[in-house]
């Protein structure tokens, strides 16, 4: 079973910086796309910025220029560098991964992170 697991969460000032790291565990064989969603009190979770395993970055047009998302296949690991944070960046960030395949041939499943708290104060 492939678990991940969220850590960099906490409380910055506007302006601040906060690197945020989702790592997968488990037997895994391939991951073909790792992403940030967010969800804010009364609100729907959104797509903050997602990577495929070819390289493509997407990111929701609210963080372009000021969110950086990589990933390093070796450690199955993606981050989200989070510059020039504003108060309205506060939500729980979730990690997703999709395309999981835990053996070669193996039916591809999406896991999701528990989730951590990123608050920006004025």
């Known amino acids: 079973q492939v678990q991940l697991v969220e850590s960099g969460g906490g409380l910055v000032q506007a302006g601040g910086s906060l690197r945020l790291s989702c790592a997968a565990s488990g037997t895994i064989f391939s991951i073909n796309a790792m992403g940030w969603y967010r969800q804010a009190p009364g609100k729907q979770r959104e797509l903050v910025a997602i990577i495929t395993s070819g390289g493509s970055i997407i990111y929701t047009d609210s963080v372009k220029g000021r969110f950086t998302i990589s990933r390093d296949d070796a450690k199955n690991t993606v981050y989200l560098q989070m510059n020039s944070l504003k108060p309205e960046d506060t939500a729980v960030y979730y990690c997703?991964?999709?395309?999981?395949?835990?053996?070669?041939?193996?039916?591809?499943?999406?896991?999701w992170g528990q989730g951590t708290q990123v608050t920006v104060s004025l």
């Open positions: 997703n991964a999709q395309g999981v395949k835990g053996y070669y041939g193996a039916s591809p499943s999406s896991r």
